[in-house]
């Protein structure tokens, strides 16, 4: 097929701008489009400010890969977006044409920042993985790489969800980049209105810790949970009152890196943003190790939370501590370091291989002041996106402290 000329691309530009605000997939003057301009490292876009409903083959703006305009306006601008658009056009040359637009369904999502459910035939052909870009300002810089990188990490994805902002399609033509779009925002509807239907939206918290009682799970050579009753109101007292005492790694816990690192930080040190927010839960099930290659496989946050669903959670169901759990290997632990993220979850009650006599994966992301949760039990949880809430009890100067962890959607 013989490629459009830069006169034909307007025109599509045009068409497909309209097309876009008929499906109501923009309002206002939001959202903008872009096309690569065949033979030459030029693409045209849409002017800032300007309602695409109005958009005229003369209003788009002809700017280099580096975002420059190519010809001297002083009527219009490019959007301010132009950055989000030359670099995925600079890291894909595959890519032709671009859509960043702001379907209502598909940003219920984003806000959630959960991929959109394929919840029918349709959308698991065509659609397919929806990954979602974190939160960045409008128009900047950083947000231009975050969504780089995305699209780099995630090659076959045509749909990309911007946190608390909209979407950006991908494509060969604008016409790939619309139907997609059109394509996840009705495949976002028909989610929302059976999670409605299920009353999936009614649950908000999971309770993922485990339960703290005489017998539990404890490792090997930690004291286990006593506790007694030393007031009965049976007796004749005026106040039932129990005893406790329990290890600070008992059960459901948060290492501080001093738990493995003479004179670094104990718990209190700790504040305490490391144990609230945006988590991802990885689906790393049916593996022995997680090690870097398994965490490649998925969409590791920067800066956030990442907690490891394994198979580790079925062995709450069993009687006493079990030794063949699944760890993550030091290639791992420097992955995630690399990745940035703020702090680790683990759903048994060590992160590290049994029998280690190193400990080199808690001192790799102690030493990096990455705390470490452990013994969580994530088997009520459907790996995705939540907000965490783990608070440690507030104790001075320890390595660690037992917790209550829940994650809310």
Request: glycine share 8%; net charge negative.
């Amino acid at each position: 097929m013989t490629p459009p000329s830069e006169a034909q691309l307007r025109e599509e530009l045009t068409h497909y701008c309209r097309v876009a605000y008929e499906r109501q997939l923009v309002s206002g003057t939001g959202g903008n489009l872009s096309a690569r301009v065949p033979g030459r490292e030029y693409i045209l876009i849409t002017p800032s400010a300007v309602s695409l409903r109005e958009c005229t083959p003369e209003d788009f703006i002809l700017v280099d890969l580096e975002g420059r305009n190519v010809e001297r306006r002083d009527d219009l601008v490019a959007s301010k977006e132009v950055f989000l658009h030359t670099a995925v056009y600079a890291a894909r040359p595959d890519v032709h044409a671009i859509s960043h637009l702001h379907p209502p369904y598909c940003i219920l999502f984003a806000i959630r920042n959960r991929q959109i459910p394929l919840v029918t035939i349709t959308a698991e052909v065509r659609l397919g993985a929806t990954p979602v870009v974190p939160e960045a300002p409008s128009g900047s810089r950083r947000l231009a790489e975050l969504v780089r990188d995305t699209v780099l990490a995630w090659p076959d994805a045509r749909l990309v969800l911007l946190e608390r902002h909209g979407v950006l399609a991908i494509g060969e033509t604008l016409r790939d980049t619309i139907d997609v779009a059109d394509l996840g925002e009705d495949t976002a509807r028909v989610a929302h209105m059976l999670s409605l239907s299920s009353g999936d939206e009614t649950k908000r918290i999971w309770d993922v810790s485990v339960r703290d009682e005489p017998g539990m799970h404890v490792y090997p050579g930690d004291p286990p949970i006593e506790m007694r009753r030393v007031r009965a109101i049976a007796d004749g007292d005026l106040a039932n009152l129990t005893y406790l005492a329990l290890g600070v790694h008992t059960g459901t816990h948060v290492d501080a890196p001093a738990h493995f690192i003479e004179g670094a930080p104990t718990l209190e040190q700790i504040a305490l943003d490391r144990f609230v927010g945006p988590a991802t839960v990885l689906d790393l099930r049916g593996r022995a190790v997680v090690d870097a290659a398994a965490l490649r496989a998925h969409d590791v946050p920067a800066g956030g939370i990442v907690l490891c669903k394994t198979d580790n959670s079925a062995l709450w169901e069993q009687p006493g501590f079990q030794e063949g759990f699944t760890y993550l290997t030091r290639d791992a632990a420097e992955h995630l370091i690399a990745c940035g993220v703020k702090t680790i979850g683990m759903d048994y009650l060590s992160i590290e291989r049994f029998g280690s006599t190193t400990f080199e994966v808690h001192k790799l992301l102690l030493g990096r002041g990455i705390p470490i949760i452990e013994g969580l039990d994530l088997r009520a949880v459907t790996p995705g996106t939540y907000t965490l809430v783990c608070l440690p009890l507030n104790l001075q100067g320890v390595d660690g402290a037992p917790a209550r962890a829940i994650l809310t959607r």
